[in-house]
């Protein structure tokens, strides 16, 4: 197996697609997604996985049950499984970050453009056991 090793700040701030699965474990998933000024990932929740973020570039809120933290380039967030929670891009940049699934929460090598593109793809796209490796 080979894992994963790559210049994960480069790859962000490179990034332009909403949402790309980079590599997919059978416990962990590293996924990219950027966030145009105004636009949301959406409310969710996550029943059965924890969620973290680091966020590269741009400026943005997080919510987490209701309560709402700003975030920027450098900070980390977790989010606990059964969390609702939802992050909104609040400046005029974009918001470029990466996130852990864990477990897994889409397929691998998912790739979505835009918003409209995962909104689209919702139900398809979950996890379905196929590993990167």
């Avoid at 005029?92 to 990466?98: A, D, I």
């Avoid at 889409?106 to 139900?123: E, F, L, P, Q």
């Amino acid at each position: 197996m080979q894992g994963f090793v790559d210049d994960i700040e480069k790859l962000t701030t490179e990034n332009g697609d909403f949402r790309r699965v980079l590599y997919t474990g059978a416990n962990l998933q590293l996924v990219l997604m950027t966030l145009k000024p105004g636009e949301e990932i959406g409310e969710e929740v996550h029943e059965d996985r924890d969620q973290f973020f680091r966020f590269e570039a741009g400026a943005g809120e997080v919510f987490i049950d209701g309560v709402k933290h700003a975030v920027e380039d450098d900070d980390a967030v977790i989010v606990p499984a059964g969390a609702r929670h939802n992050v909104r891009n609040s400046g005029g940049q974009p918001l470029q970050f990466y996130t852990l699934y864990g477990p897994p929460e889409h397929k691998d090598k998912t790739v979505h453009k835009t918003k409209a593109d995962a909104d689209r793809d919702h139900d398809n796209d979950h996890f379905d056991g196929k590993t990167t490796e």
